[in-house]
């Protein structure tokens, strides 16, 4: 490969949640391991390879000039996204004015509950459900229903179409948060799941907040469909969430975007964004991303991708093969894979916080799913080198899963 995904890099002292976290965020950070072993960060949502050297290249140029006054995103900033979205995701009809900076995902979302909806209000969610949702509809005073996903015979994800529209009507709800990819469970959604979900939100005059911060990181088999790609209803009730952050490991810098068609809409979420909290960029931010979306992170990202195949495949046959009671589906994209240890605790009488403890013993920092409406469940990132995904399975085995 041209690019190194296999040095194991040291993230101590260098402002990593990951690894200098341990044990300071309760129900989320696990615990540091016990004497002996070394810390396998495995829990929060960011990556443990080196970045695209060309975003390290942008930034390293632009702090080359030594000033940081106030700015406007360049033409370079709007471009590299339109070109990316043609490039990677079939889109051609982005214009500039449809592009819009937000401070991450999450800050999306919470300008949306600002513009479209009233304290007290139900927003619809699938289950399980992405924390930071959780926490933002609920810090913002809104009410969550959740629509749980369902598996078919097959293991996989599936949305209720049926219950959706229930819960719609019978909560009188006009925002929803679509996840495409769907984070924990790792789906991919195909087209005519997407437009079955948009016939839904139509019938309901429901606007959508599309959360497609993972649709670079699609594994090998499936493909991404943006959410305002599927009919001339879908773009223009859909505000698409996008980031290169999860892409390229640029959660630090901050610089998320949205998409938006509609003009009614881009100027209630403008207008929110402008008169209830601070939305501007950082200007390194913006190189950033510019040195992200270029033909070298185009090949980055294909190499990843590979790397998290192994890694998936890897976890996934072994878990199936050797961890009797832990239920896994493999994920479609996404570098999370989402247990079900359920029938594993029942067998063997133990309760979710011992087989967590277990594992953080060990040095195995996987994630706590319950939060994520899973009483049963645990979240495993798996962007790291495959060395340290073969170390973490091999101590879940001896230690956890089958002492």
């Not at 948009?198 to 599309?210: F, L, P, T």
């Not at 980055?300 to 832990?326: A, C, P, R, T």
């Not at 645990?378 to 001896?398: F, M, Q, Y």
Request: glycine residues 6%; aromatic residues 12%; charged residues 20%.
């Amino acid at each position: 490969m041209k690019f190194d995904f296999t040095t194991i890099m040291d993230r101590h002292g260098k402002d990593a949640l990951a690894v200098d976290a341990l044990g300071t965020i309760p129900g989320m950070s696990p615990d540091a391991p016990k004497e002996g072993f070394d810390f396998i960060p495995m829990w929060i949502a960011d990556m443990n390879f080196p970045t695209c050297p060309t975003i390290c290249e942008a930034i390293t140029e632009r702090v080359k000039h030594p000033a940081f006054g106030y700015f406007n995103p360049t033409d370079a900033y709007y471009n590299s996204i339109i070109d990316w979205h043609a490039k990677r995701k079939g889109v051609s009809d982005i214009k500039p004015e449809y592009i819009g900076y937000e401070n991450g995902v999450l800050g999306c979302v919470a300008s949306a509950l600002g513009a479209f909806t009233s304290p007290g209000d139900y927003i619809l969610m699938h289950s399980p459900t992405y924390i930071g949702f959780t926490n933002t509809i609920l810090k913002a005073g809104r009410r969550i229903i959740h629509s749980p996903l369902v598996q078919d015979e097959k293991g996989i994800w599936r949305m209720d179409y049926e219950d959706m529209d229930k819960k719609l009507k019978a909560y009188n709800i006009h925002l929803a948060i679509f996840c495409s990819p769907h984070n924990p469970a790792g789906r991919v959604w195909e087209k005519e799941e997407i437009e079955k979900a948009m016939e839904v939100y139509k019938a309901n005059d429901v606007i959508v907040v599309s959360d497609e911060i993972w649709s670079d990181l699609i594994l090998p088999g499936h493909n991404h469909i943006p959410t305002q790609s599927v009919s001339e209803d879908a773009k223009m009730r859909t505000i698409g969430a996008y980031a290169p952050s999860k892409t390229f490991n640029l959660a630090g810098l901050v610089g998320s975007y949205h998409v938006i068609y509609s003009k009614y809409l881009r100027d209630r979420m403008n207008a929110h964004a402008r008169t209830t909290h601070y939305n501007d960029m950082n200007v390194l931010s913006m190189h950033a991303l510019i040195g992200a979306y270029c033909n070298e992170g185009h090949q980055w990202v294909d190499e990843l991708i590979q790397v998290l195949e192994q890694n998936i495949s890897y976890v996934y046959d072994y878990i199936n093969n050797n961890f009797k009671g832990v239920e896994v589906t493999k994920p479609e994209g996404t570098y999370m894979m989402y247990l079900d240890c359920k029938a594993f605790c029942e067998e063997k009488n133990l309760t979710l916080d011992q087989v967590l403890k277990m594992g953080w013993d060990v040095g195995v920092g996987y994630q706590d799913g319950r939060p994520f409406n899973n009483p049963y469940g645990i979240r495993l990132n798996l962007a790291l080198p495959h060395s340290r995904v073969v170390e973490a399975i091999d101590r879940l085995n001896k230690y956890v899963f089958n002492k």
